[in-house]
C-alpha cells in the first residue's frame, strides 16, 4: 500500500478475486479485503460503499500458493480506468491463521452461485432446483448424501440472490428455468459442475464449476449410495428432471420433500402433472432393485392421465397411502413411463406383495424398460417419460 | 416402501414570495443616564383619504400582460454637455429605453417559464433580440412614475444624477406568438410523450426493478423538460380492450404471479409491437414516442456493463418520423449480488441518454415549421367521428364546424366521416362544445364518447 498514491479520494474496495481461471472463493479473502478497507482509509482514502459514488477503485488479485498468498493491488482511475498506483504483497503462510486455506461445502456452493450469478446477473429468473446426481463416470447419475447436501446448499446461496425466484416443485407458476448439478470424483478431488437450463428448448444459458478437495467433503457424508450397482441397473435414458421430457410424451413428477431425502416412516407422495393426455406407469424402484407399481394403483385401470390436472399418488385424496420403510435404504426412484395410447403390460410378470400391499414386478429395470417399450404391435410407443430419485436413509 | 390402501378419499413547488416592509422595533432604553433624552415623539392624528391609500400606484399584472416596476433607476448626467436640460433629459431617455429592453426581456422570459418550456438559449437570444428591434408592439402601456435629479452644490466637479421609477406593460399573448412561431421556445407541452422500453439482451430475461428504473427516470426526464408524458396506467385499460378485440388474452397482465404481471404488463406497454396496426394506434395516445432499448446488461471479467439507445419518433402528418437517438454505455466494478449497484448504474446511463437526447428532439420539434404553422401554442388536434351518419348530414356537420370560432378547422374526411380540428382546452370540454354547437343548429350528433388521454371523439345516437 505504501506505493499507492496517498491522497483524499473517494475509493471503492472490491473483493479481491482469484487471479487464476478457476475463480475460486476462499472466506480468508474478506477479512483481507476488510483490512484493505482500513488501510485505505488510513492512507487518507474516503472509503464508498458504492462503486457508482467513486472517484478510483482499489482492485485486488489474489493467488494461492502453496506456502503463502500473494496479493497484486491496483488503484484504479474509475473513469479512465489508469493505473494510479499498484502494489504486490507476498504473505507467508506461517503469517496466517492456520485455517486462511480452509473452505467448506457451503463456500463451494457460494463459489457457485456468483458464478451462475455473474452470467445471469440483471435477470430475474423463476427457477427449479431439479436434481443433483453424479458418480465416478461422466455418465453416472447416483444420488448420494452429497448430492441431497450440496443440492441444499446450492439452493441457500441460489436463493439468496436477487437473479433468482427458486420455485417450489411443482409449481405452476411461470417456470422458465431449471438447475441442475453434476458431481465427478477424480481421484482426490470433486468436480462439480452446476447449469441452468430454459425449460422448453432444453438450452443451457449457463454452467458453472468447481474443483475442490474430496477432503472438504466432511466425514459420514457418502459420495455414492450404498446400492451403488442396484442403482446402476435401474438407470436409463430419460432424464430425471422435471423438464427435460421426450418427445410429446411429457410429465412432470415430483415428491412431497423438497430435499428428496427420506426417512423410515416418512410419508411420500408422488405428484404428476401432464403436459398433454396420456396413459401412465408408474414404478417406484427400491433400494434392492425391486420394482412396484404405483400407479394404476388397481388392475384394470388405464392409467389415464389428463393435462392439466395434478395426480397425486399417496396423497390425501388418493386411496392409497405410501410409506418410506427403512427395510431398503440408498437411492430409490419413481420411474414414470408414458405413452399416448392405452399401454399393455399383461405380458409383465407380476406379484402382489400381500404385506407391503403393492404388485410389484418379477424381473429387473432393464427387463420391465426392455417389455414396455418393445411393443411393436401398439399403435403409440410407451417411453420412459420422466423420473425423480430419492434417497432413503436409516 | 409400504404401500397401504386407504378408504377413498375423495413538484410543483409554488414559491410565494411575501414582502414585508422593514420594522424598526425601538428598543427599551433602561440606563437613561448615559445617552440622551430624545425629544418627545410629536404626536397628531392623521386623516387621510382611504381610497387614496388603496389604490395602487401602477397597474396589476394579469395573465395576458407582464408588468414590470423598476424603482430608482439612476444614471449619471454628462456634465460635459452645455444644456443642462437636454443632458438631463438623454439621462432619463436613456433609462427608459434600458428599461423598455429589460422588461422587454424579463417578459420573455416570463412567457417562457409560464409555458414550462425549456430554451435553446442561444436560440432564445437570437429571436428576442429580433423581437425586440420592434419592443413597441408588445408594450401595451407605460408610464414614469418618479424622475428626480440630484444636483450638486458648490463647485464639485461630480456629475448630476437623474433617479427614474417607471412601470411597462407588456402583451405576453403577442409575445408569446412571436418567440414561439419564430423558434424562440419550441412548444414541447403539447407533444404527447409516450415511453416504451425494449429489453434486447440476449438470452437474458428481464429484470423488473432495472425496467421500472428506467422507464421512470425518462418519463421524468421529459416531464421535467415540460413535455406531456402519458403514463401507461393512464392508458392501461383502453389497451386491455384492445388486446381483447384482437382476440389477444389479458389474462397475464392481470396475473398473481408478480413475474409474470410484470412481462405481460411490459409486453402490452409496448403498443406498435403489442398490437395490429399498433403505430396508428400509438399515434391516438401520443405524439412524441420515445423508445429506450437495453442492448447490454452483462457481467464480464467480474465487470458490469450497461448499454442502452434511445429514439425519439415524431407522429406528423399520418406518420411516423425519427427525430433523434443517442446512446450511451457504463461498466463499473460488479458487486455480488447487488441489484442496487445494477440499479444505480442503470439509473447513471438512463440520465445521461435522455440529458443527450432531449435537447436533440426539442432542436428537431423547434426545425419542424410545418408544426409551428399549423398549431397554436396550446393546441391539441383531434378528430370527431360521426357514425351511421348519412352524407348529407355530415356535410352539414361540415359546414357549420367550419364555422366554428372556438377552434380551428382543418378539415374533414367523408369516407370515416371524420372531421379534424385543432382545440385548446380539455377533450370533454370540446365534447360538449361540438354537442351544443350542432344542436343549436338542428343537428343531433349524439352524445361523445371519449377517453381523456385520446385525441378522438365519436358520436353516435347509440
Keep these: 500500500m505504501r506505493s499507492l498514491p496517498s491522497q483524499n479520494l473517494e475509493v471503492y474496495v472490491r473483493e479481491p478475486v482469484d487471479a487464476s481461471r478457476e475463480g475460486s472463493y476462499y472466506p480468508f479473502l474478506r477479512h483481507v479485503q476488510e483490512v484493505l478497507i482500513h488501510k485505505a482509509q488510513n492512507n487518507g482514502y474516503t472509503v464508498v460503499n458504492s462503486p457508482t459514488n467513486a472517484k478510483a477503485y482499489l482492485e ?66 423463476s427457477i427449479l432446483i431439479d436434481e443433483f446426481s453424479g458418480g465416478k463416470a461422466k455418465t453416472d447419475s447416483f444420488v448420494s448424501d452429497f448430492s441431497i447436501l450440496m443440492r441444499g446448499y446450492i439452493r441457500e446461496e441460489v436463493g439468496s440472490l436477487d437473479t433468482f425466484r427458486i420455485l417450489i416443485e411443482g409449481s405452476t407458476s411461470a417456470q422458465q428455468y431449471s438447475l441442475q448439478g453434476h458431481y465427478q470424483v477424480l481421484g482426490n478431488e470433486v468436480f462439480l459442475r452446476l447449469k441452468v ?42 432424464k430425471s428432471d422435471a423438464i427435460s421430457k421426450t418427445t410429446a410424451q411429457t410429465v412432470t413428477v415430483w415428491v412431497n420433500h423438497d430435499d428428496r431425502n427420506y426417512r423410515d416412516g416418512d410419508p411420500l407422495t408422488v405428484s404428476l402433472r401432464p403436459d398433454t393426455d396420456l396413459y401412465v406407469r408408474v414404478y417406484y424402484v427400491q433400494s434392492d432393485g425391486v420394482i412396484c407399481q404405483i400407479m394404476p394403483s388397481r388392475s384394470g385401470e388405464a392409467g389415464y392421465i389428463r393435462k392439466g390436472y395434478v395426480y397425486e399418488i399417496g396423497g390425501a385424496q388418493d386411496d392409497v397411502e405410501l410409506i418410506i420403510s427403512d427395510e431398503t435404504v440408498g437411492q430409490e426412484s419413481i420411474k414414470v413411463f408414458a405413452s399416448r395410447g392405452p399401454i399393455d403390460d399383461n405380458n409383465l410378470p407380476k406379484r402382489f406383495i400381500s404385506g407391503a400391499n403393492v404388485s410389484c414386478l418379477e424381473d429387473n429395470y432393464q427387463k420391465l424398460v426392455e417389455t414396455l417399450t418393445r411393443a411393436l404391435k401398439m399403435k403409440y410407443r410407451v417411453r420412459p417419460a420422466s423420473e425423480v430419485k430419492i434417497l432413503v436413509r436409516r | 416402501m409400504k404401500y397401504l390402501a386407504k ?131 408588445f408594450i401595451n402601456e407605460w408610464k414614469i412614475t418618479k424622475q428626480l435629479v440630484e444636483t450638486q452644490t458648490g463647485s464639485s466637479s461630480t456629475p448630476e444624477v437623474v433617479q427614474v421609477s417607471a412601470f411597462f406593460k407588456i402583451d405576453k399573448v403577442a409575445l408569446r406568438k412571436i418567440l414561439i412561431s ?63 378485440k384482437q382476440g389477444k388474452n389479458d389474462t397475464d397482465v392481470y396475473a398473481k404471479d408478480e413475474l409474470k404481471r ?37 457481467v464480464q471479467n467480474n465487470e458490469l456493463t450497461v448499454k442502452m439507445t434511445s429514439n425519439a419518433t415524431l407522429f406528423e402528418q399520418g406518420q411516423w418520423l425519427k427525430l433523434a437517438s443517442s446512446d450511451d454505455v457504463k461498466t463499473v466494478p460488479h458487486v455480488r449480488g447487488s441489484t442496487a449497484n445494477l440499479v444505480a448504474v442503470a439509473k ?33 388536434d383531434f378528430s370527431l367521428i360521426f357514425k351511421k351518419i348519412d352524407k348529407g348530414t355530415f356535410n352539414k356537420i361540415k359546414t357549420r364546424l367550419s364555422k366554428g370560432s372556438k377552434w380551428q378547422y382543418n378539415g374533414a374526411d367523408f369516407k370515416t366521416r371524420g372531421i379534424h380540428l385543432a382545440y385548446e382546452g380539455s377533450i370533454d370540454a370540446l365534447s360538449d362544445l361540438i354537442q351544443i354547437y350542432l344542436e343549436g343548429a338542428g343537428i343531433t350528433p349524439g352524445i361523445g364518447e371519449y377517453s381523456g388521454s385520446r385525441n378522438r371523439i365519436i358520436f353516435s345516437n347509440d
Excluded: C
Design chain 2, 262 to 298: 410484470f412481462k405481460a404488463n411490459l409486453e402490452l406497454r409496448n403498443i406498435d409491437k403489442s398490437f395490429v396496426n399498433g403505430k396508428r394506434i400509438l399515434a391516438d395516445y401520443a405524439d412524441l414516442l420515445i423508445g429506450v432499448t437495453v442492448n447490454i446488461v452483462e
Design chain 2, 182 to 244: 419564430e423558434g424562440g421556445i419550441t412548444a414541447v407541452a403539447k407533444y404527447r410523450t409516450y415511453v416504451e422500453l425494449f429489453w434486447n439482451v440476449q438470452d437474458k430475461d428481464i429484470h423488473p426493478e432495472v425496467i421500472a428504473t428506467i422507464i421512470g427516470n425518462v418519463e421524468d426526464q421529459f416531464r421535467q423538460a415540460g413535455y406531456e408524458v402519458i403514463e401507461f396506467e393512464q392508458i392501461k385499460g383502453d389497451l386491455v380492450e384492445l388486446l381483447k
Design chain 2, 348 to 380: 447513471q446511463v438512463t440520465l445521461a441518454i435522455s440529458k443527450d437526447l432531449e435537447p436533440k428532439v426539442r432542436k428537431q420539434l423547434g426545425q419542424r415549421k410545418s408544426v409551428a404553422k399549423t398549431k397554436r401554442s396550446q393546441e391539441r
Design chain 1, 60 to 125: 485486488t488479485q489474489f493467488r494461492i500458493g502453496k506456502q503463502s498468498l500473494q496479493l497484486f493491488l491496483s488503484l484504479k482511475d474509475a473513469d479512465s480506468r489508469n493505473t494510479i498506483g499498484s502494489a504486490t504483497v507476498e504473505l507467508a503462510s506461517s503469517a496466517l491463521p492456520i485455517d486462511w486455506k480452509d473452505r467448506t461445502l457451503k463456500d463451494i456452493a457460494f463459489e457457485l452461485a456468483t458464478k451462475l450469478d455473474e452470467q445471469l446477473f440483471g435477470q430475474k429468473l
Design chain 1, 197 to 238: 437450463i430454459k425449460v422448453g428448448s432444453n438450452h443451457a444459458i449457463a454452467n458453472a464449476s468447481s474443483r475442490f478437495s474430496l477432503g472438504t467433503v466432511p466425514s459420514g457424508v457418502g459420495m455414492f449410495p450404498p446400492n451403488e450397482i442396484q442403482a446402476k441397473e435401474s438407470t436409463d435414458e430419460i
Design chain 2, 7 to 137: 378408504g377413498s378419499l375423495i413538484v410543483t413547488t409554488m414559491v410565494a414570495v411575501l414582502a414585508f416592509p422593514p420594522i424598526t422595533l425601538a428598543g427599551n432604553h433602561d440606563d437613561e443616564t448615559e445617552s440622551p433624552k430624545p425629544p418627545p415623539p410629536k404626536i397628531q392624528t392623521l386623516n387621510l383619504n382611504q381610497d387614496e391609500l388603496l389604490s395602487p400606484t401602477q397597474p396589476n399584472s394579469s395573465d395576458d400582460e407582464y408588468l414590470a416596476v423598476y424603482e430608482n433607476i439612476r444614471s449619471e448626467v454628462d456634465n460635459t454637455v452645455s444644456d443642462k436640460d437636454k443632458a438631463r433629459k438623454d439621462a432619463v431617455r436613456s433609462i427608459i429605453v434600458d428599461l423598455k429592453q429589460r422588461a422587454f426581456r424579463e417578459a420573455a422570459k416570463k412567457v417562457n417559464q409560464e409555458v414550462a418550456q425549456p430554451m435553446d438559449l442561444t436560440q432564445f437570444n437570437q429571436v428576442v433580440n429580433r423581437a425586440s428591434n420592434n419592443y413597441l408592439r
